[in-house]
């Protein structure tokens, strides 16, 4: 079914007859209540909970994820905030599953669910979910692949070099070959999927960056890397230590990006100009475009004279045209912080912190859907 017509029959359902019958339920409802029940009905979480499981009886457990979510919609930065709206907002704990403020769990359930839910990766799961289901038969134009600084409140942890093999110093004799460590980017190539994303780091560790006006900034935590289609959806995202270079989760998050939807270009800015890069988006039949990273003073200057050359002439190239719509990354970096919790991470560990920022993903993509027809 093409993404317009599963969009409208949903959004029509949802209008015509479950906002009605809420409403009706519950009394009138405000367009943060209207939001939080389509994200909830467009994601439906419960359908990917486990049943089984040690512990709160399934019922419990649906309504604390139906909870996390509504957080993430609403922008709630903590847990206890979520808990007091909980207390008085009755439509919206009737939405999550509670019908009295006594049956909604202390702080304490809370963050045993929430351990629970990041343990087994619940929201990239129902995130996977509602990508496949409404953009796995839709051919993509762009996918724009990006970066952004996560600040976690925990301390970075101190990785040991791995131990070289001593040698004599000085230069080698004619004719020995000393040995080195292949990069990562050469072990990608011949890695599978599982084997690409264990072996990333995701300890927290201290990232350095250079922002727009050249100033270098630092922060402590984590670097969530994004895969985006247009309208501005995230298809997939990967959370690696701050201290990781962006060309090092290309590979590995073109390839998690190709089992979910097919597409035709890779934008990407000069961070990620490599060869092999280059190669796997090709290998997957996509036109990478990737801004030129000159690496030296010669060729950067070469490259500003061309710039300023085709500016003079009123002339752009095709691949500068299409390579404007790599904002798209940006601005759903920029609105994963501002509105759905990217600034407010109070967990710890990495399974906890891209718990935390998939339900905020994964409110976002719910969003950004709905926009597409509203």
Known sequence: MPLRDFLSITWNHIQANLFPWLTEELGPLTDTHKQVITTLELVRIETLMRPGLPG????????????????????????????????????????????????????????????????CELPSRVHEALIKRTLKDRLVCHISRDATAIEAREKPVRVAPPAMPKRKRGRPKNGVLVEKEPRRLDRQVTMSLAEMLNDLPKHCAVGTKRNAKGHTTSWIGYKLHLDVADGDIPISGLLTSASLHDSQVAIPLATLTAGRVNNLYDLMDSAYDAPEIKQKSRALGHVP??????????????????????????????????????????RVNARLKDEFGGRNVRVRSHAKVLCHLMFGILALTCDQLMRLII
């Open 56 to 119: 709160r009886p399934l019922r419990d457990r649906a309504a604390l994820a139906r909870a996390f979510v509504a957080k993430a919609v609403m922008g709630l930065p903590t847990t206890s905030m979520l808990i007091e709206r909980l207390a008085v907002d009755k439509r919206l704990r009737r939405l999550c599953g509670w019908e009295c403020p006594g049956q909604v769990p202390s702080e304490s359930t809370f963050s045993r669910a929430f351990a629970e839910f990041a343990t």
């Open 289 to 330: 475009i990737i801004d030129k990273n000159p690496r030296s003073a010669p060729g950067k200057a070469e490259m500003a004279a061309e710039a300023r050359g085709r500016q003079i002439a009123r002339y752009k190239l095709a691949e500068e045209v299409r390579y404007n719509e790599r904002s798209a990354a940006e």
